[in-house]
């Protein structure tokens, strides 16, 4: 089956404690990205990666990097979590204009 | 600032009846559009899409309206079911570097409610 994947689905942790969330696509897609949706401000784009070794920041990448040394998984890493990055966060996956997201990983920074 | 606009946060419709999503944008370097659809506790799902070479595309029960000299697009759903309750994101795209890849622009969404 097509998909994308993200690990974890749901994490507390606190301010300062490194993190990383997985995400891992199985459709051979050049294209990644990430993005958080919060209230009131839609989808936001945060980093992407056009291909292997290839990253590009989005519209609210400060306090994230990412990495993208194989084609089929895009790692979101937060050094120091902060309050604000208390979230929803939704993976995708494209060779073209369509985007094929994953299932979100609800992230919660005390 | 935000090149993707849908200005209605949410939308109530009766069951049977046309619901009309719409979406206003800033960047005329624009040339593919996109409709997903998103319900609770998932991620969003490709809906619907037009070319900037278009102006209607149809499919099923969902038809978008693009109006380039306007910069607005609009996605109608006849007749509405309530199992189309969701929220809606309005998203462009700019192709990069004449590939069909691009960034996807979002808007703040839409809650359509569809209550029988």
């Known amino acids: 089956e097509a998909q994308v994947t993200q690990n974890p689905r749901y994490l507390i942790t606190v301010t300062g404690k490194k993190l990383t969330v997985t995400c891992s696509q199985n459709m051979n897609h050049e294209y990644m990205s990430w993005y958080r949706q919060d209230p009131g401000l839609g989808l936001r784009q945060i980093y992407y990666s056009m291909n292997v070794e290839v990253t590009d920041k989005g519209d609210v990448p400060e306090g994230y990097k990412v990495s993208r040394k194989e084609k089929r998984n895009f790692p979101l890493i937060l050094e120091s979590p902060s309050p604000n990055q208390t979230s929803l966060y939704f993976c995708?996956?494209?060779?073209?204009?369509?985007?094929?997201f994953g299932p979100g990983t609800r992230l919660t920074v005390t | 600032d935000q090149q993707v606009k849908q200005n209605s946060p949410s939308l109530s419709v009766q069951e049977g009846r046309i619901s009309i999503l719409n979406c206003d944008y800033t960047?005329?370097?624009?040339?593919?559009f996109l409709w997903y659809k998103k319900y609770p506790a998932e991620g969003p799902t490709f809906l619907i899409s037009?070319?900037?070479?278009?102006d209607k595309n149809e499919d099923g029960r969902f038809t978008v309206f693009l109006n380039k000299s306007a910069k607005h697009l609009s996605l109608h759903i006849v007749p509405s079911q309530p199992g189309d309750s969701a929220v809606y994101f309005c998203?462009?795209?700019?192709?990069?570097?004449?590939?069909?890849?691009?960034?996807?622009?979002f808007g703040r969404g839409t809650q359509l409610t569809v209550w029988p």
């Open positions: 998203a462009a795209s700019e192709a990069d570097r004449g590939s069909t890849l691009g960034r996807l622009y």
């Open positions: 960047n005329s370097m624009f040339d593919y």
């Open positions: 995708a996956s494209s060779h073209s204009y369509e985007q094929y």
């Open positions: 037009i070319s900037s070479i278009k």
